[in-house]
């Protein structure tokens, strides 16, 4: 079998840092190569070389038997490579053709965009590769695995025939994966070359033809999935035992937390986004709120944080009604909040880490003295939540910024949990964070928990919500749906209810 | 990263700016047949003289006034283009108040300054308000209260409080608001400044309102860096979502932004009314712009600002020795101005990336330290 | 006329060139070691009206006194008029200030140099907060002009040029010490002495401290082309160089309409100065001899005879006048000389407030 790409001795050096060391890689012509890894294992480094956005220094690149170099990704796109990112490039207001054939518009003469031929390609591409999209729906009206499907298609657009995706599964839900991997399977059989970056194992395995396991920069070992079990796949990846998201023993004690009654948000269009809902979260237990996104649980979220208004319900704190107490008092009597996207709701990337540490905390102590910020309080804090929590960082003063991922959310967790709130919102906790930041993050929850800690947790992780919750509600279009015993679910059974599929008699 | 190479790498970008703003003057006159040494040397030598100092002193205190007012906003990534029309009509209604009070010196002073805070206060808070309310954006609406304020309430309010005007033979004379009295006027500092050299030629007086801009400054380093008010303030610039999360209240502190950067705005026109005790028909005008390419070139940093402020004084200061001397027309400090800021601007960005560049390596080796560890 | 005041804007702006030249010129014939330092108002040389004027004073003494001069004018925002005044002191024997908005650095600077002398234009230097007023100082003069008295005849101009029954008057900026009103008032006092029923449109442009007005021209022209459309054949500008504008509403509305209307320039014998285009639409122009009172302050320093206080240029010494380029007004000049007499014997007393006109 012929090579697609064949990587020999890719090192790339960061000052002070290796990224990739000596990696090797051979990706067969028409299979499904997933590359796995920890965040921070050089996944990314790796990709970025073999699409032109950064220069390997040492190594060799061949693609289709030809040695290239490439420079930029539109060398990579000339050798046939083609890159979807893990945050959608497109532009909202455009349709999915304009979408498509932006940058790339075949034109008639003086410059005029010969759309009728545009039209053509995109119908043939779509047949050739079993992808179907209607050319003249907006982007933004499309769902999240459609709107992947459009990126998909903009990248054989322009005549890719080796497709790298970035972590495509981290924003679908179960059934859109489902979705995308027989749409890999079809464009496999077209004869394209997939590499797929993924770390949820239980894909790589479904997926993939082949897998290679990154460690440290280092590629460690290349498998066939029929050789290995997740467990096996963990352990290379880590060099350690897979966590998982289960809960240990029953903690929930009968005193309410948070109670909502009725509660109803209105955008000001008019759209009725969280309708009626009720629930309620006692001390000691983890309500987990299942749904497939936009379905209300952001805004329901939001209304309980206080940053949307409730158009009617009431919202009890312990006891308490702050239904119409402002984002401060909620937060300062005791409501904790892991948003659901860190960079834009959970930390000052610009500031110093004690700062970011201090967001949402800053009028109490240990961050504050009265009217004036307590900088050594501060910084005391975060050092105690960089140890509690491991925080990589090389110091508290560095800017936010300059943390992966996972180590962000570590810190927003600890900041979190270390303020010992009574109610914590947990949105996506550990969203795009790898595996060893997860099963941190799971640990400290879990924790939380028996300390007598109400955790309302969102996720689109239905493993994650099975795993951590004491119940979990399942919202639909601002409405819970169906409340769920997680003793006795499967994620695709609750895949099934989200979607509305299955809501089949084990509603309690 | 060690604090000293922080401070090299803040220091580096302003020094690279005026460096490079050297450079081009020298072009620009070598061009057109100056010779740069002469002039810089011309401009150093006038501004080694006493009295040079005290102008640039004077020239800068309401430069770094304005451009702390300016900073305050951009703190919090609002952009009050508005200090100009803030200060004009908080400098003429505090003129008029003050000439109608008359009180004990300490309580007139006051009384004086708390008028002029509090009118560019309630003005910038309009703003603020339109914001909140309306969703104005604050760079529009400070622009059309700027034209409101110049040529519509002070050309109106001038009028009506107008002393003075048209005496004896029909030929001008000072025009303005009645004088305010002895007591409403901040004494000069030159008593303090002839303690350590020598006296000054009679007629030159050193601003008292240098003492007082020096206390804005270190009240906006407290209030900006070091209470809860200011990282809320801060945070709101950095990011108003997580602000918002983080209990921040957002359009309060929309509001209270822009009135403080108001208030400070107010003061700007203290300067000249404490030396002349009246608001003339030709205040000193643009001082408000000024305050942005001050504040800018500061980096919203209260020493900065005052690097910033002592920069474009001793430029605007050296205008007319150049022209005495013939050494060089006066549009060539103009023009180093504005290199200064094109070229700080850029040299800012550069530096600020190769902080980001430098932190994110440290953090990225810390975390293989920790995995090599483990 | 002639403040091109500025917003300083924020200094990235593009900065056009105007080489400011800098030393004397030698004189040809006579010697003197007087050396003058001119301070100009905002803009400098070049703005052909005001300061240009003062220009053209300072190099004709040059020529003909045989003195130096150096020449500066301040920054955009007239921040640092006392500084410029000290250091014209600091090397100088006299120094000119052309502006009354010199009038306070003036008096400091002066008292603080009593070996040299000033002259400011359009200033008495008088100070009034004394009891009685008197000179700020004994060699700091003020070189005044009686505008009124030069606008009054070419409001006569008009009036008697006039078809419609009707004029117009436009100020570049109201507000500044009634300065511009003077204008205004001898212009509306002359036109009625020719014709009591006359109608008079006046309009400024803008209102101290918003000085665009005198550098306004698309709103002059606006403006003017309203006072034609108004029934107006003349309008009189004291605008400064907004009055481009006046005189190229004039071309628009004359060809438009078919009828020929006027505009009326002021300082200097605008005739000579506006656009070739618009030269046949100036009928006249008020002067104001800022150049003599310029070269009459030089050769009184040089003289010793320079006196602190106001000194007055009026039609009795011709310090105002108004100019005949064109041939427009022959008709009626004789009527002009008429008032001009009647002005100078004190038969006329020209108001300076337009409320007394």
Same mark, same amino acid.
């Given at each position: ?85 893990q945050h959608f490039?497109l532009?909202d ?46 982007v933004e009206t499309l769902e999240v695995g459609e709107r992947q499907r459009v990126e ?15 972590e495509p599964t981290a924003v679908l839900v179960p059934q859109e994966v489902e979705e995308l ?19 949820k194992?239980?894909e ?61 948000v209105?955008e000001?269009?008019?759209r009725v986004v969280v309708d009626?809902v ?9 309500l987990g709120i299942a749904g497939v996104e936009g379905n209300g649980q952001a805004e329901l979220i939001a209304a309980i944080i206080?940053t949307a ?28 909040y892991i948003p659901h996207d860190r960079h834009r709701e959970g ?78 919102l947990a949105a996506h906790p550990t969203r795009g964070i ?22 309302l947790l969102v996720s689109a992780d239905l493993d994650e919500l099975i795993?951590l919750s004491?119940?979990i509600a399942v919202m639909m279009r601002g409405r819970l749906v169906a409340?769920l ?6 994620a695709r059974?609750l895949g099934a209810h989200m979607t509305g599929a ?7 | ?240 979502f ?133 | ?135 700020? =100082?004994?060699?700091? !003069? @003020? /070189?005044?002009? #009686?505008?009124?008295?030069? +606008?009054?005849?070419? *409001? %006569? ?82 605008? =400064?160089?907004?009055? !481009? @504008? /006046?005189?190229? #509403?004039?071309?628009?509305? +004359?060809?438009?309409? *078919? %009828? ?98």
């Open positions: 079998m012929p090579y697609a790409i064949e990587l020999t001795g890719i090192t790339k050096r960061f000052p002070g840092v290796v990224a990739n060391e000596q990696v090797s890689l051979a990706v067969e012509v028409g299979e499904i190569h997933a590359i796995c890894g920890e965040n921070g294992a050089g996944k990314s480094t790796l990709m970025k070389i073999l699409y032109g956005m950064q220069p390997a220094d040492e190594g060799a690149i061949r693609v289709f038997d030809k040695e290239v170099h490439l420079g930029s990704p539109t060398d990579a796109i000339a050798a046939g490579i083609g890159m979807v990112h490039m532009a207001q455009l349709t999915v053709l304009e979408n498509v054939i932006l940058g790339a518009e075949p034109t008639r003469s003086a410059g005029r965009i010969d759309f009728a031929r545009a039209r053509a390609h995109l119908r043939e591409v779509g047949q050739a590769y079993g992808l179907t999209v209607d050319p003249d729906d907006r998909i298609i903009k990248v054989l657009f322009r005549g890719a025939r080796i497709l790298i995706l970035d991997f027989r749409n890999l399977r079809g464009l496999k059989s077209a004869g394209t070359t997939i590499i797929f970056i993924d770390h194992l239980d790589v395995l479904e997926v993939a033809d082949t897998i290679t396991v990154l460690r440290q920069g280092r590629s460690v070992a290349t498998v066939k999935p029929g050789d290995v079990t997740a467990p096996d796949l963990a352990e290379l990846m880590i060099g350690s035992e897979l966590p998982t998201a289960q809960t240990i023993g029953v903690t929930v004690t009968d005193e309410v937390a948070l109670e909502v009654k009725g509660l109803t209105v000001e269009d008019g009626d009720s629930l309620r979260v006692r001390r000691g237990e983890v206080g208004a409730a158009t009617a319900g009431t919202i009890l704190f312990l006891g308490e009604d702050v239904t119409h107490a402002t984002v401060r008092h909620r937060r300062e009597a005791g409501i904790g930390l000052l990337l610009q500031a110093p880490l004690w700062e970011s540490a201090a967001l949402g905390h800053q009028t109490r102590a240990p961050f504050a003295k009265g009217l004036f910020v307590d900088r050594a309080g501060a910084r005391e804090r975060t050092e105690w939540v960089r140890r509690e929590f491991d925080v990589r960082t090389p110091s508290v003063e560095v800017a936010t910024h300059a943390l992966s991922g996972g180590n962000q959310q570590k810190l927003i967790v600890g900041r979190e949990l270390a303020a010992e709130p009574a109610v914590l790898d595996v060893g930041a997860q099963a941190a993050v799971w640990d400290d929850m879990r924790a939380a928990r028996a300390a007598g800690l109400a955790t795993g004491d119940t409340m015993d997680p003793a006795t679910l499967t059974e299955g809501v089949r008699g084990d509603s309690r | 990263m060690s604090a000293l190479r922080r401070l090299v790498l803040a220091l580096a970008a302003p020094a690279a700016a005026v460096g490079f703003a050297l450079v081009t003057s020298s072009l620009i006159l070598l061009l057109i047949g100056s010779n740069p040494l002469v002039a810089y040397g011309d401009m150093l030598e006038h501004a080694s003289k006493l009295e040079t100092l005290v102008d640039i002193l004077n020239r800068a205190t309401p430069l770094y006034v304005s451009g702390i007012a300016v900073a305050i906003a951009f703190r919090m990534n609002l952009f009050n283009i508005g200090v100009e029309g803030q200060f004009l009509l908080a400098f003429l209604v505090a003129a008029h108040a003050g000439s109608l009070v008359s009180l004990p010196a300490a309580l007139h002073i006051a009384f004086i300054l708390v008028v002029a805070m509090s009118v560019g206060a309630a003005y910038a808070g309009a703003a603020g308000v339109l914001k909140v309310t309306r969703g104005v954006n604050e760079v529009i609406s400070t622009i059309m209260l700027n034209a409101i304020a110049v040529s519509g309430l002070v050309a109106w309010l001038i009028k009506e409080w107008q002393a003075g005007g048209s005496i004896g033979t029909g030929t001008t004379t000072r025009v303005g608001t009645a004088p305010i009295d002895e007591s409403g006027l901040l004494p000069d500092l030159n008593g303090v400044l002839e303690l350590v050299t020598r006296d000054l030629r009679p007629g030159k007086e050193l601003t008292g309102v240098l003492v007082l801009a020096l206390v804005v400054g270190v009240v906006y380093h407290v209030l900006v860096n070091r209470t809860v008010f200011g990282f809320d303030l801060r945070a709101s610039g950095f990011n108003p997580a602000a918002r999360v983080g209990g921040v209240p957002p359009k309060r502190m929309i509001i209270l932004a822009m009135s403080i950067s108001g208030a400070v705005a107010g003061l700007v026109g203290m300067a000249e009314l404490m030396q002349s005790g009246y608001f003339p028909s030709n205040p000193i005008q643009g001082l408000g712009y000024a305050g942005i390419a001050v504040a800018l070139l500061g980096r919203n940093h209260p020493v900065g600002i005052a690097f910033g402020a002592l920069i474009f004084a001793f430029l605007d200061v050296s205008s007319g020795v150049l022209q005495f001397s013939g050494a060089a027309p006066r549009e060539i400090v103009v023009i180093m101005q504005g290199v200064i800021i094109l070229a700080a601007v850029v040299a800012y960005e550069m530096a600020h990336r190769a902080r980001n560049r430098e932190e994110a390596r440290s953090a990225a080796a810390a975390l293989h330290e920790a995995r090599a560890e483990a | 006329m002639r403040k091109k005041w500025k917003a300083l804007l924020p200094a990235m702006a593009v900065i056009a060139f105007a080489a400011a030249g800098c030393g004397g010129d030698e004189g040809s014939g006579a010697s003197s070691d007087v050396s003058v330092g001119l301070v100009y108002d905002i803009g400098g040389r070049g703005d052909q009206s005001f300061n240009d004027a003062a220009a053209a004073g300072i190099e004709r003494a040059a020529a003909e006194l045989g003195i130096t001069f150096t020449e500066a004018s301040p920054n955009d925002d007239g921040s640092n008029r006392g500084e410029l005044l000290q250091l014209g002191a600091d090397a100088h024997n006299l120094v000119i200030a052309v502006g009354f908005l010199f009038e306070g650095d003036a008096a400091k600077v002066g008292a603080a140099n009593p070996e040299t002398s000033f002259a400011v234009i359009d200033s008495s230097m008088i100070d009034w907060a004394q009891d009685p007023p008197a000179p700020y =100082g004994e060699k700091i !003069a @003020g /070189l005044v002009f #009686a505008e009124q008295q030069g +606008s009054f005849l070419v *409001g %006569a101009a008009a009036a008697l040029k006039s078809t419609t029954g009707t004029v117009g008057f436009i100020g570049g900026v109201r507000g500044v010490g009634g300065l511009i009103e003077k204008f205004e008032a001898g212009y509306i006092a002359g036109a009625k002495a020719v014709n009591p029923d006359i109608k008079i449109l006046s309009e400024y442009i803008t209102e101290a401290p918003n000085f665009d007005g005198f550098n306004a021209p698309d709103r002059a022209k606006d403006i003017a082309l309203a006072m034609y459309e108004g029934g107006a054949d003349i309008v009189y500008h004291a605008a =400064g160089g907004s009055g !481009a @504008g /006046l005189f190229e #509403a004039a071309k628009t509305q +004359s060809e438009a309409s *078919g %009828a020929k209307v006027w505009g009326i320039g002021v300082d200097s014998d605008q005739y000579n100065t506006v656009d070739p285009a618009v030269q046949e639409y100036v009928l006249t122009s008020m002067l104001k001899r800022v150049d003599v009172a310029v070269f009459e302050a030089v050769k009184a320093q040089i003289d010793g005879t320079l006196v602190g206080g106001e000194t007055r240029y009026d039609l009795a010494v011709d310090g105002v006048g108004y100019s005949t380029s064109g041939g427009f007004i022959d008709d009626i000049a004789e009527k002009l000389e008429e008032f001009k007499a009647q002005i100078i014997d004190g038969t006329i007393v020209v108001p300076t407030d337009p409320t007394q006109a």
